[in-house]
């Protein structure tokens, strides 16, 4: 059974930084391409972040150069590391997990957790 526990989330002013974390359990990371996705009062879910088992990341034009997204395959836990935060970054953040011959947007999901930005 693939179970993804998240936690990190929280309120943050405008210019801080907050990490996400993503453990799993039931599945092995290194067959998955891992993500974060976000979804924002009112908005559909946009992809955040992804890494492949090699190490290639790929980054929403709107986090480039605040967000990266390490991971450690040896603990099946990915991380969203998020700085110089904005408003414009609250959203309920989503891990996710998908086989590669799965479309984005498929494959297992975490909880969520809330993230604040606020003055």
């Known amino acids: 059974q693939v179970r993804l526990v998240e936690s990190g989330g929280g309120f943050v002013q405008p210019g801080g930084s907050l990490r996400l974390s993503c453990a799993a359990s039931?599945?092995?990371?290194?067959?998955?391409?891992m993500g974060w996705y976000r979804q924002a009062p009112g908005k559909q879910r946009e992809m955040v972040a992804t890494?492949?088992?090699?190490?290639?990341?790929g980054y929403v034009d709107s986090v480039k150069g605040r967000f990266t997204i390490p991971a450690d395959n040896a603990k099946n836990t990915m991380y969203l590391q998020m700085n110089s935060l904005k408003p414009d970054d609250t959203a309920v953040y989503y891990c996710?997990?998908?086989?590669?011959?799965?479309?984005?947007?498929?494959?297992?999901w975490g909880q969520g957790t809330q993230v604040t930005v606020s003055a």
């Open positions: 039931g599945i092995n990371f290194r067959r998955y391409v």
């Open positions: 890494i492949t088992t090699d190490g290639t990341t």
């Open positions: 996710n997990v998908r086989p590669y011959s799965t479309l984005p947007g498929g494959g297992y």
